[in-house]
């Protein structure tokens, strides 16, 4: 590690840089322009939105929930490798290079995506989101190189702020574009087409800042041993015999596995409650996508300021509710108007539970413990969670109805609160760390 690297204001600001880049993935690809995009892809195949599979029929939404299951799943266990060699052989930016051309280069080529070629374009957005995840990995290990501890807090936020305000750039031009494609010349299909190739250059483009700035790899040469190639499985054996040792860590862990199932599931999949059971218009979901991405700021601040008064861990659980809350509600949703109240509180809620489940989770950790490890092993657990939840969602969807695999997300909030409230009875451990 070079000391001139720690603190410096030009590496810092080219780290938060890169998430002024993916975020543009996130808002556009796996919020907004995209799966509502991909939901006229599937009517135009079949009016019902089915997609054939051989002899069996899959509804659209079922199919995209898989398609983003498999990809996390993909990510979980590749990165068990790759973390590994990345460590040992010191060249962790060229893992973020190689992830940021897998993914930029899949959002451009989602220009592609027709109903002609409905596969290839499923196997496409698979690769966008593989390069997505997989970039993270090796973007968020740079910030103990680059920070010192009393600054990584501080840094991390800045680089959420970048994220958060470079993605609304570029979803509001592409919006204009969308809403405006007649005026163009261009039908609005076409004009969702152009925004993936906008968001793979702006990825790819501005990602070129913490490819410059950022630490350099090592150069040494390097052998791959089959040490090297398993030490991701070995951290995580190493987690969960520290765990062991533990009372509150294993228990935390579990409530956010729990609650994260539903909450990434609600922020996957959203936008398609909105187009197949609202039909709500592609120019109303966009607008409702920006709402929740300002909505969240305040959002973010409120449950900061509330945890400060009444603790983190009852404030997981009030946002676990409002959770239950939102899921009754949208089971009860059926006009665009009521879509965009139950927005403002998603917007409201989401702003601030995975902020709050990262600081939560750092003020339980033993200064003794290895930290890093701990939070590959958060990161594992969230990314598991986003399998199990967009996955669960599609088969029920599938078998049961949207609606009914929305309510169905309650059961996994209930089990969180139950892991909660027993996290209560240590109230003076608690109250120590801030909790």
């Known amino acids: 590690m070079n000391p001139s690297s720690i603190n410096n204001k030009t590496t810092t600001n080219a780290w938060c840089m890169y998430d002024w880049a993916n975020s543009v993935y996130s808002l556009s690809i796996s919020t907004a322009i995209f799966p509502m995009y991909y939901g006229g892809v599937a009517e135009t195949i079949n009016k019902q939105k089915l997609i054939t599979i051989g002899s069996f029929s899959v509804s659209s939404a079922s199919m995209y929930s898989y398609a983003v299951a498999l990809s996390f799943l993909f990510v979980i266990f590749s990165n068990l490798f790759l973390s590994g060699i990345a460590d040992a052989s010191g060249k962790k930016k060229a893992f973020l290079k190689t992830f940021t051309i897998i993914g930029s280069t899949g959002c451009a080529l989602l220009y592609f995506f027709t109903p002609s070629t409905f596969w290839i374009g499923m196997v496409i957005f698979m690769i966008a989101t593989i390069g997505y995840a997989g970039s993270l990995v090796f973007y968020n290990a740079y910030l103990p190189e680059i920070a010192s501890p009393d600054k990584q807090d501080k840094i991390s936020a800045r680089g959420y702020s970048y994220g958060y305000l470079?993605?609304?750039?570029?979803?509001?031009i592409n919006l204009i574009l969308v809403l405006n494609a007649e005026k163009f010349g261009?039908?609005?299909?076409?004009a969702c087409q152009i925004s993936f190739i906008t968001v793979g250059i702006w990825w790819l483009a501005f990602a070129l800042i913490p490819f410059k700035y950022l630490p350099k790899d090592n150069k040494q040469p390097f052998v791959l041993t089959k040490e090297v190639l398993f030490?991701?499985?070995?951290?995580l054996k190493t987690v969960f015999?520290?765990?062991?040792?533990q009372k509150d860590i294993p228990r935390f862990l579990l409530a956010f596995f729990f609650y994260s199932i539903g909450v990434q599931t609600i922020m996957y999949l959203a936008t398609l409650f909105g187009t197949d059971e609202l039909k709500i218009p592609a120019e109303g979901l966009?607008?409702?996508?920006l709402i929740i991405q300002l909505v969240a700021v305040g959002g973010a601040f409120l449950i900061s300021r509330l945890s400060n008064k009444i603790g983190n861990i009852k404030t997981l659980m009030l946002c676990v509710l409002i959770c239950i809350g939102i899921c009754v509600a949208a089971y009860y949703t059926y006009t665009e108007f009521q879509f965009n109240l139950l927005a403002i509180l998603v917007?409201?809620?989401m702003g601030g539970i995975q902020s709050l489940s990262r600081s939560t989770f750092s003020k339980m950790l033993p200064a003794s413990n290895d930290n890093a490890s701990f939070f590959s092993f958060y990161e594992f657990t969230e990314k598991l969670g986003i399998v199990i939840g967009t996955a669960s969602f599609g088969v029920i969807t599938q078998l049961l109805g949207m609606r009914t695999s929305i309510v169905a997300l309650i059961l996994f909030f209930i089990v969180s609160i139950s892991i909660l409230l027993s996290l209560l009875s240590t109230k003076k451990k608690l109250h120590k760390s801030g909790l």
């Open 286 to 289: 966009i607008k409702v996508v």
């Open 241 to 245: 015999k520290q765990l062991k040792k």
């Open 231 to 235: 030490k991701g499985f070995k951290e």
């Open 166 to 172: 470079g993605s609304v750039i570029l979803l509001i």
């Open 347 to 349: 917007g409201l809620m």
């Open 186 to 190: 261009i039908t609005k299909g076409m």
